[in-house]
């Protein structure tokens, strides 16, 4: 694909916490209508890598663009092009569903006739009208859940990042999620999501990156991670036999 | 892994408790062990300074309980004895009654709101255990505290009155069979409310209630006359007789202690066993009804939904946004605005924030009151002061309205500004994400903490003008001078504040820290300074007998220059940083 399709691009991105490198060297490109899965075991990098291109950290070295901009050079263009969805849905427990859209709304500049259009659009949209006047301290955590991916959307951004998106949500709303992640990416968005659920990856992403120990150790599609995994068919075994969980898998057979 | 190796034994009570109990306890040693070695001595200076204290308190209660016996005070004061023997009563009685209401927030936070209740109730352990180790572990910090003045008294008593030795492994086994039992009570009490309220609403209620009423008691003090006639001492004497009351089991537990150590055996078995009875009573019955009820005082915290009363919700943030978009305040670009709005809301809604405002608010309308009923008047002194010294101080005191004023802004631009950043918490992320500049943040939180101090304070100060009968020119100079010092001081303390902002609280309160020992030092110097820089020039024009008017002017320029270096040059610091702000 050509470059200048790729609303998120990192290059040779960095993030050291002291001598500790939490992520090495990592490059990839995610491009316009595609659905890029991020995946890695527990504590490979993969919240740094995100908090980085979102500008939640900043890199200690290397480049991520976000919509074409640079997210230390031009944070707030970069910024205002992205949605973000983090795996911990804390929110402002004393503002009410309705009240939290409509602030995200003005934080992200729209004017008062679309953020009130758009914040009952998803309220609606997510199930959350019956709800939408309770503070967000009386929700449950899909809810929670839910209101942050509304927040993440008021704004209708080209990129959206999401950590973790479908943790604690029922069946019904981890369908409606995937079914707007698609839909989002048939109009041109690029969805970046981490998740642990390999089935969620395999069936929604487009391209897969797999990163360990801080290091990206493999990118690409199902055809291309299945060159990569040595004839390994799923992507559950593809995984392990890059990361080195076939060992795990096989201690756990023991254990049984 | 087979079926048989995985045997499960189910544990007694008393094992269950210990084993938790022992948990609690590696967890303090460990605490301990891997703290930095300056904490480590802390601990051990704190620890000597305990018992230098209990030492204290011990050698004054023997000499004033000796004397208290000798037969030339009985002389003077009648009768000691029945006030003496009252005293186990009248400490059992407080300390049962303390006890009560203290622990309930503990066992509140202890049962409801701590994190590892999910994990204890769902192990193959005793609930009873469980709520029995909570008791413990919410009751050892009062119950330590009340020891430590508790125990030298009843010492002393029995070492001044020679009682039995026995006397003494009673006085501690009795306080803390009293004191379980009182906590074992709160625990029921929890689980009545937590039936009703939600435990969260129930912590924030709660710490807004004994909050403000224990502020407000200690600031009653300032209008209790402490003159204490002989007879009001004699009657506070006889206020021990109040708690030996023959229906109440304290009672019964402070004459069987007094038995006990004048070896009247009889007496003391009789009412220490009918005080073992009755707390073992209560204790069962409290634990007993807490289990039934605990479940769903749970289940209500699973499933809070609320909805503020009155209008909804949305149409109350409606409209407070429609208060900030009228003409005027549309001049503010919208992501300040919208923070803005956010904040303020979320200052309201949340009580432990109000309280926090309250202290403020409360010691401005006390100062106002003490300087009202002075009358504002300047001080005559004995006329040994030369005069224009006498003629400065009286010049000072006309300022005494803008210096209340002042005092009352400091503290709710401390409160607003300095916790500016930390408030948002572990939230914070929703603004770092979004296409907010640091400036614009800057500039957000500036507002945040300065309009509302500058709203309660000229309030405050016009209040105070009016009553003072103040000109009209002198009450727009003070405004001035208040707006702009307070200005100043919003620009330091959020500056300072966003140096040590943390987002990783669970209470509000540990926000307060954010400033630091530093920042309150600046913030006063600069308040003491600005202050000065307002007040002297006028106090200059009339010793060289130019109109005082031509002094404020110039006060208000030296004074607005100096306020506008304080915004603007901390913040000006402190603005890269913004960016790198929550980033470990």
Known sequence: MPESNALIETSHLVKSYGDKLAVDDVSFQVNAGEIFGFLGPNGAGKTTTIKMIVGLLRPSAGIAKVGGYDVVLQPLQAKAACGYVPDEPNLYAKLTGRELLRFVGDLYGLDRDQMLRRSEELLRLFGLMEAADDTTDSYSHGMKQKTSLAAALVHDPRVLVLDEPTMGLDPKSARLIKDILRQMADRGASVMLSTHILEIAQNMCDRIGIINKGRLIAAGTMDELRRLGQGESSLEDIFLSLTGGAEDAEIAEVLK | ?584
Not at chain 2, 416 to 422: H, K, P, Q
Not at chain 2, 559 to 568: M, N, P, Q, T, Y
């Open chain 2, 1 to 584: 892994m087979t079926a048989g190796s995985m045997t499960f034994h189910e544990p007694g009570l008393w094992v269950s408790v210990w084993r938790l109990l022992r948990l609690r306890l590696v967890i303090q040693v460990n605490g301990f062990r891997r703290a930095k070695t300056g904490r480590k001595i802390g601990y051990l200076f704190a620890a000597l300074g305990i018992l230098f204290f209990l030492g204290f308190i011990l050698f004054l209660s023997v000499s004033l309980l000796t004397l208290l016996r000798s037969p030339d005070l009985s002389r003077y004061i009648g009768n000691t004895t029945p006030f003496l023997e009252g005293i186990p009563t009248m400490l059992v009685s407080v300390a049962a009654l303390g006890i009560l209401f203290t622990s309930f927030g503990l066992l509140l936070q202890a049962l409801y709101l701590a994190g590892d209740m999910d994990f204890l109730m769902s192990a193959p352990l005793p609930v009873r255990a469980v709520f029995i180790s909570k008791l413990v572990q919410a009751l050892l910090p009062n119950f330590s505290i009340m020891c430590l003045f508790a125990l030298p008294i009843l010492f002393g008593l029995g070492i001044s009155g020679h009682y039995h030795f026995l006397y003494y492994p009673f006085v501690v086994m009795v306080l803390a069979l009293i004191s379980l039992t009182a906590a074992a009570l709160a625990s029921l009490m929890v689980m009545v409310a937590a039936r009703f309220v939600p435990a969260r609403r129930l912590a924030e209620v709660l710490g807004f209630i004994v909050g403000t009423f224990f502020f407000i008691f200690s600031q009653s003090a300032r209008f209790v006359n402490f003159d204490v006639n002989e007879q009001q001492m004699t009657s506070m004497l006889k206020m021990t007789g109040r708690f030996n009351q023959p229906w109440s089991p304290l009672a019964w537990t402070g004459q069987g202690l007094v038995a006990l150590g004048k070896s009247d055996w009889a007496h003391a078995a009789g009412l220490l066993t009918a005080t073992l009875i009755a707390t073992g009573l209560v204790f069962t019955v409290s634990l007993w009804v807490s289990e039934r009820l605990y479940y769903t005082g749970w289940s209500n915290l699973q499933n809070n939904r609320r909805r503020p009363k009155g209008k909804p919700a949305a149409r109350v943030g409606e409209a407070a946004r429609e208060k900030v978009q009228n003409p005027f305040t549309r001049l503010i670009p919208p992501p300040i605005r919208a923070i803005l709005v956010k904040d303020l809301l979320v200052y309201r809604r949340d009580l432990r924030n109000i309280s926090r405002l309250l202290t403020p608010l409360i010691l401005g309308v006390v100062y106002a009151v003490n300087l009202l009923r002075s009358g504002g008047q300047g001080l005559e002194g004995r006329g040994e002061a030369p005069a224009w010294f006498m003629s400065s101080v009286n010049s000072l005191m006309v300022f005494g309205d803008v210096a209340l004023a002042l005092f009352l802004g400091w503290m709710l631009v401390a409160n607003l500004a300095g916790v500016s950043f930390s408030q948002e918490g572990k939230n914070y992320w929703m603004l770092k994400a979004a296409p907010v500049s640091s400036r614009q943040l800057l500039t957000a939180k500036f507002l945040v903490g300065y309009l509302p101090s500058l709203l309660l304070c000229a309030v405050y100060l016009m209040i105070l003008q009016i009553l003072k009968g103040a000109t009209l020119f002198s009450a727009i100079v003070s405004l001035l001078a208040v707006g702009m010092i307070l200005a100043g001081l919003t620009g330091i303390y959020l500056a300072f504040g966003t140096r040590g902002a943390k987002f990783d609280w669970e209470n509000p309160s540990q926000t307060n820290r954010a400033v630091g020992c530093l920042g309150m030092l600046v913030g006063t110097l600069f308040l003491a300074i600005c202050f000065g820089l307002f007040i002297v020039p006028p106090l200059i024009a009339g010793w060289l007998g130019l109109p005082t008017e031509a002094g404020q002017l110039v006060g208000l320029l030296l004074g607005g220059i100096a306020s506008a270096g304080a915004v603007l040059l901390p913040l000006g610091l402190v603005e890269k940083r913004v960016a790198l702000l929550n980033e470990a």
